[in-house]
C-alpha cells in the first residue's frame, strides 16, 4: 500500500524529470546512474562505453563538482561536445544566503518552473556546523501540506514535490557554497572541520514537506547521495524524519536502510490529533507498531523521536512519564527540541528548567534524551521554522492589500 495526497493525482504537484537550465537544457546534475545511462543512450552513446562514461560523470560532477563540461579532462572532446549540446550542468540557484551569529546558513534556493502554476518554486536548505559533523537539512517538497500547528512550514501551502535530482541538487550546492570539494580552499568565513574531512557528512530529511508523502524521490536521492563513487555519504548519516505516514515507514527502511526519526510530539492521540493532524489518519498505536517493524532496528540503529517542547501542553513530569511507557522496547533516542517561535505562532517555548527536568525521567528511565541546541533562530532557520521567502512575501502583499481595501472602505 502506498500513501499518496490527492492533490498529488494532478499534474502541477508533480515532480520535474531534471532540473533545466536557462535554455531548458535538462542538467545532468543530480541524476542517478540509471538516468544517466538513459540519457547518454538518448544522444547516441554506445552500450559498450556506458558504464565507463556513467562513471566519469559520477566522478566529476560529484566528487569533483565542475560545472563546465569542458573540465571533464578525461572525457572525449566529441563527447564533451556533444554533453554541452544536449544538457547542462546547471544547479538550483541560490536567491538569498543567510549566516546566523552561530555559524548556521540558510539558503534559500530556487527550482525551474515546471509549468504555468508552478513560477520557479522555492525551497530553504540549511547547513548547521558542529565540531564534530556539519549537517545539512534538505527539503523534499515545495510547502507541506500536514498543517503541524506548532511548525511554520506547515503554514506554507504544497506546491509540488521535488524530484530525485533536485533533492540530491542540495548538496551539491551546499558542496558548491562552502568549496567543499578536494584541493578548493574553503570559503572564508565558514566552519572548517579540524581533521580535514568534508564540511557537508550528515543529511536529515527535516526541511519544508513530508518525505513520505514522496517516497520514490526521496529513496531515489539516497541512492544518489551514497553512491560509493560519487557523493560518498554513508547511509547510517543520513536520517529521514517523518510525522507518521504509517504505510511507508517499513518500506522507506527495506528501500534506504536510513536512519529514521519520528515527529512525535505527544504521547496520547486527543493531542496529537492536534499538534499532529495526520494522526487521525495513523493514531499512535499504529504508528508504534511500524516503528517496532522497521528493517534493521536495534541498539546500534535506533530511531530517534522529536519531541518539541510547548510550554503547558506536552512537558509536564506526567508527559515524560507517558513517554517512557510509550516507547517501552524500542531501541530509541529522545530529542527535545525547545520550540522555536515564529511569527504568528500559538505556543511558547516550555522554561528551560521544566525542559531540563523531562528530559531526566525520560534518561533515568535509561532513554538519551538530549535537549537540541537551537540553531539559527536569529535567521528562522531553525527546526520548524522554515518557509520560503517567496511565500512570506506574498503573504505580507496580501495583508497589504487587504489593509488598503479596508481603508478604502473606510
Given at each position: 500500500?502506498?500513501?499518496?495526497?490527492?492533490?498529488?493525482?494532478?499534474?502541477?504537484?508533480?515532480?520535474?524529470?531534471?532540473?533545466?537550465?536557462?535554455?531548458?537544457?535538462?542538467?545532468?546534475?543530480?541524476?542517478?546512474?540509471?538516468?544517466?545511462?538513459?540519457?547518454?543512450?538518448?544522444?547516441?552513446?554506445?552500450?559498450?562505453?556506458?558504464?565507463?562514461?556513467?562513471?566519469?560523470?559520477?566522478?566529476?560532477?560529484?566528487?569533483?563538482?565542475?560545472?563546465?563540461?569542458?573540465?571533464?579532462?578525461?572525457?572525449?572532446?566529441?563527447?564533451?561536445?556533444?554533453?554541452?549540446?544536449?544538457?547542462?550542468?546547471?544547479?538550483?540557484?541560490?536567491?538569498?544566503?543567510?549566516?546566523?551569529?552561530?555559524?548556521?546558513?540558510?539558503?534559500?534556493?530556487?527550482?525551474?518552473?515546471?509549468?504555468?502554476?508552478?513560477?520557479?518554486?522555492?525551497?530553504?536548505?540549511?547547513?548547521?556546523?558542529?565540531?564534530?559533523?556539519?549537517?545539512?537539512?534538505?527539503?523534499?517538497?515545495?510547502?507541506?501540506?500536514?498543517?503541524?500547528?506548532?511548525?511554520?512550514?506547515?503554514?506554507?501551502?504544497?506546491?509540488?514535490?521535488?524530484?530525485?535530482?533536485?533533492?540530491?541538487?542540495?548538496?551539491?550546492?551546499?558542496?558548491?557554497?562552502?568549496?567543499?570539494?578536494?584541493?578548493?580552499?574553503?570559503?572564508?568565513?565558514?566552519?572548517?572541520?579540524?581533521?580535514?574531512?568534508?564540511?557537508?557528512?550528515?543529511i536529515v530529511f527535516m526541511g519544508m514537506g513530508e518525505p513520505l508523502?514522496?517516497?520514490?524521490?526521496?529513496?531515489?536521492?539516497?541512492?544518489?547521495?551514497?553512491?560509493?563513487?560519487?557523493?560518498?555519504?554513508?547511509?547510517?548519516?543520513?536520517?529521514?524524519?517523518?510525522?507518521?505516514?504509517?504505510?511507508?515507514?517499513?518500506?522507506?527502511?527495506?528501500?534506504?536502510?536510513?536512519?529514521?526519526?519520528?515527529?512525535?510530539?505527544?504521547?496520547?492521540?486527543?493531542?496529537?490529533?492536534?499538534?499532529?493532524?495526520?494522526?487521525?489518519?495513523?493514531?499512535?498505536?499504529?504508528?508504534?507498531?511500524?516503528?517496532?517493524?522497521?528493517?534493521?532496528?536495534?541498539?546500534?540503529?535506533?530511531?530517534?523521536?522529536?519531541?518539541?517542547?510547548?510550554?503547558?501542553?506536552?512537558?509536564?513530569?506526567?508527559?515524560?512519564?507517558?513517554?517512557?511507557?510509550?516507547?517501552?522496547?524500542?531501541?530509541?533516542?529522545?530529542?527535545?527540541?525547545?520550540?522555536?517561535?515564529?511569527?504568528?505562532?500559538?505556543?511558547e517555548c516550555s522554561d528551560w528548567e521544566t525542559i531540563e527536568r523531562?528530559?531526566?525521567?525520560?534518561?533515568?528511565?535509561?532513554?538519551?534524551?538530549?535537549?537540541?541546541?537551537?540553531?539559527?533562530?536569529?535567521?528562522?532557520?531553525?527546526?520548524?521554522?522554515?518557509?520560503?521567502?517567496t511565500e512570506k512575501l506574498r503573504a505580507r502583499a496580501r495583508m497589504?492589500?487587504?489593509?488598503?481595501?479596508?481603508?478604502?472602505?473606510?
Amino acid at each position: 500500500m502506498t500513501a499518496t495526497l490527492p492533490l498529488e493525482k494532478t499534474a502541477e504537484f508533480q515532480a520535474p524529470d531534471a532540473l533545466r537550465a536557462a535554455d531548458n537544457k535538462p542538467s545532468l546534475v543530480g541524476l542517478s546512474r540509471t538516468r544517466l545511462a538513459k540519457e547518454l543512450a538518448a544522444i547516441g552513446v554506445p552500450e559498450a562505453e556506458m558504464k565507463m562514461r556513467v562513471a566519469q560523470l559520477v566522478h566529476w560532477l560529484s566528487v569533483r563538482g565542475v560545472t563546465d563540461f569542458d573540465a571533464m579532462t578525461n572525457v572525449a572532446k566529441t563527447l564533451r561536445a556533444k554533453l554541452s549540446a544536449h544538457f547542462s550542468l546547471a544547479r538550483p540557484e541560490i536567491v538569498s544566503e543567510q549566516v546566523s551569529k552561530d555559524g548556521t546558513r540558510k539558503w534559500l534556493l530556487r527550482m525551474p518552473s515546471t509549468g504555468p502554476l508552478d513560477k520557479g518554486a522555492e525551497i530553504e536548505c540549511v547547513y548547521i556546523p558542529e565540531r564534530d559533523r556539519g549537517t545539512l537539512c534538505v527539503s523534499s517538497q515545495v510547502g507541506c501540506t500536514l498543517n503541524c500547528t506548532f511548525c511554520h512550514t506547515g503554514t506554507q501551502k504544497l506546491v509540488r514535490n521535488l524530484s530525485a535530482a533536485e533533492i540530491a541538487a542540495q548538496v551539491i550546492v551546499a558542496r558548491d557554497r562552502l568549496n567543499d570539494y578536494p584541493g578548493r580552499a574553503p570559503l572564508e568565513g565558514a566552519f572548517v572541520p579540524t581533521d580535514g574531512g568534508r564540511f557537508v557528512t550528515n543529511i536529515v530529511f527535516m526541511g519544508m514537506g513530508e518525505p513520505l508523502y514522496n517516497p520514490a524521490n526521496v529513496a531515489e536521492a539516497i541512492g544518489v547521495l551514497t553512491d560509493p563513487e560519487g557523493l560518498q555519504l554513508s547511509r547510517r548519516k543520513i536520517t529521514v524524519s517523518t510525522s507518521g505516514v504509517v504505510p511507508e515507514i517499513g518500506p522507506l527502511g527495506s528501500a534506504t536502510n536510513a536512519m529514521l526519526a519520528i515527529s512525535l510530539h505527544a504521547t496520547n492521540d486527543p493531542l496529537r490529533d492536534k499538534l499532529v493532524p495526520l494522526n487521525r489518519k495513523y493514531p499512535i498505536a499504529e504508528l508504534m507498531d511500524a516503528c517496532r517493524a522497521y528493517p534493521g532496528l536495534s541498539n546500534a540503529r535506533r530511531i530517534t523521536f522529536e519531541y518539541v517542547m510547548l510550554k503547558g501542553v506536552n512537558d509536564s513530569p506526567a508527559e515524560a512519564r507517558a513517554l517512557v511507557r510509550l516507547l517501552k522496547g524500542v531501541p530509541a533516542k529522545i530529542n527535545l527540541i525547545p520550540f522555536n517561535v515564529w511569527p504568528g505562532a500559538i505556543y511558547e517555548c516550555s522554561d528551560w528548567e521544566t525542559i531540563e527536568r523531562f528530559s531526566q525521567i525520560v534518561f533515568d528511565a535509561g532513554y538519551s534524551s538530549p535537549i537540541r541546541t537551537p540553531r539559527g533562530r536569529d535567521i528562522l532557520a531553525a527546526c520548524g521554522q522554515l518557509k520560503s521567502e517567496t511565500e512570506k512575501l506574498r503573504a505580507r502583499a496580501r495583508m497589504m492589500l487587504e489593509e488598503q481595501l479596508a481603508l478604502g472602505a473606510d
